[in-house]
């Protein structure tokens, strides 16, 4: 499986937009995309996933690199909720049976 | 309740002894799965199961023991846990095609001590 780099951690305003970066220089052209993140004392939830384009949802949106060795979450307008692990993960198109290799995520903090 | 679940929430048991954990899907997704999270590792796959009947090793799955008899359930077994499963475990589902079957879903976790 194909690996994600992301910094362990860091810091946002509240109500400033938020750009989570992930590398994953060695992505494949059947690997899609996935961001999860991980609320204290909670289990995962799924925030976003994406192929080749750009995508927007009600919780964020996600901007994909061209050569597609790079993603950003981005959080548009971060509130003290928005605190949390947020996880970068390759899955691949043709595994039907959805398996996340989680690696450590990076640990957003929200001031007020 | 709809949803998955977990329980028990909270364990503590001794070395050498049979613990389960279970998991419980109102939904009828056909996969399920078990990760544990412990310091410094994230989450870890553990077993997953495509459907009744059906499961197959993930990461870290020595010491474990799955079974899934009913879609709803997916049980845990640890048969003679040891120190090295104290750890937060947590259960995942998500449905076999469509556009939701990107997205697991997870339930809350059951946090267990080995002493």
């Keep these: ?112 | 309740d709809a949803g998955i679940t977990q329980s028990p929430r909270y364990k503590i048991t001794e070395t050498g002894r049979q613990v389960t954990l279970m998991c419980h899907q109102t939904w009828s997704h056909s996969y399920m799965f078990w990760y544990r999270q412990d310091l410094g590792h994230g989450l870890r796959l553990i077993y997953y199961s495509a459907a009744a009947d059906i499961t197959d090793k993930g990461e870290v799955p020595d010491g474990y023991v799955v079974s899934r008899s009913k879609t709803e359930n997916f049980p845990l077994t640890l048969e003679s846990a040891t120190r090295s499963q104290t750890s937060v475990y947590f259960c995942a589902s998500r449905t076999p095609s469509g556009g939701r079957a990107n997205e697991q879903f997870f339930g809350p976790g059951t946090r267990l001590t080995v002493l």
């Design chain 1, 1 to 112: 499986d194909a690996k994600t780099t992301q910094p362990n951690s860091m810091e946002s305003n509240e109500e400033e937009p938020v750009h989570l970066p992930c590398n994953h220089s060695t992505i494949s052209g059947t690997d899609y995309i996935h961001w999860y993140r991980q609320l204290p004392s909670q289990g995962p939830e799924y925030v976003i996933h994406g192929l080749t384009s750009n995508v927007n949802n009600r919780m964020a949106s996600l901007a994909i690199a061209e050569d597609r060795k790079s993603s950003t979450l981005i959080l548009h307008r971060a509130t003290l909720r928005d605190a949390a692990v947020y996880y970068c993960i390759l899955r691949v198109l043709s595994s039907n049976t959805g398996k996340l290799i989680f690696g450590q995520g990076t640990t957003l903090q929200v001031k007020p």
